[in-house]
């Protein structure tokens, strides 16, 4: 009886990771003549996510975090384009990492290029494996991502979401599921 309890309430605690819901919102972070940068904030915090890795970094990787940004202002002056990233995630989303395969850095941070005018900016951190995948923490990151990537694609067809120019507009709260 004990190990059929024990079954049961582990089973509990996975079904309960599987169904966790965690909601956010799509923030204008910076807007520029050509780009505009946005990043999520997850309901009941202060800081977006991206906000969250500069804070977290600053100090510690200051020149990695300089290279990050430089690649941002050249973002700014030529566009979301495939040269400024280093493609994470699957063919079919359009998660990517900074800095590009041009820069060498111990850090990276993911984002969502939705357009050659419109970039999300997500979290990140060190990396020590060879991919992202073999680190639980920055799988996590390109994960969180492709399941924006994924709402956000859902809310532009049924006419929630539009993209239009440099601004995302609409219903830009989301809420993502913690399970596969």
């Not at 005018?117 to 969180?144: F, P, Q």
Request: proline share 2%; aromatic share 12%; net charge neutral.
């Amino acid at each position: 009886m004990f190990v059929r309890l024990k079954r049961s309430i582990t089973f509990a605690k996975l079904n309960s990771k599987v169904n966790s819901k965690q909601n956010l919102t799509i923030v204008l972070l910076e807007e520029y003549e050509n780009v505009n940068f946005y990043s999520f904030q997850f309901e009941h915090e202060t800081l977006s996510e991206f906000e969250k890795f500069l804070l977290t970094f600053r100090d510690t990787h200051p020149d990695d975090i300089g290279t990050i940004l430089y690649r941002l202002e050249r973002i700014i002056e030529d566009g979301v384009f495939d040269r400024h990233f280093r493609y994470a995630g699957k063919v079919k989303d359009r998660t990517a990492e900074l800095p590009s395969h041009l820069e060498s850095t111990n850090l990276r941070v993911y984002c969502i290029c939705i357009s050659p005018k419109i970039l999300i900016l997500g979290n990140g951190g060190l990396k020590t494996t060879r991919t992202y995948n073999e680190d639980a923490y920055l799988n996590s990151c390109v994960e969180t991502l492709q399941k924006i990537d994924f709402e956000l694609k859902s809310k532009e067809k049924t006419f929630k979401i539009y993209i239009i120019d440099k601004n995302i507009t609409g219903d830009l709260s989301l809420s993502i599921y913690d399970g596969k």
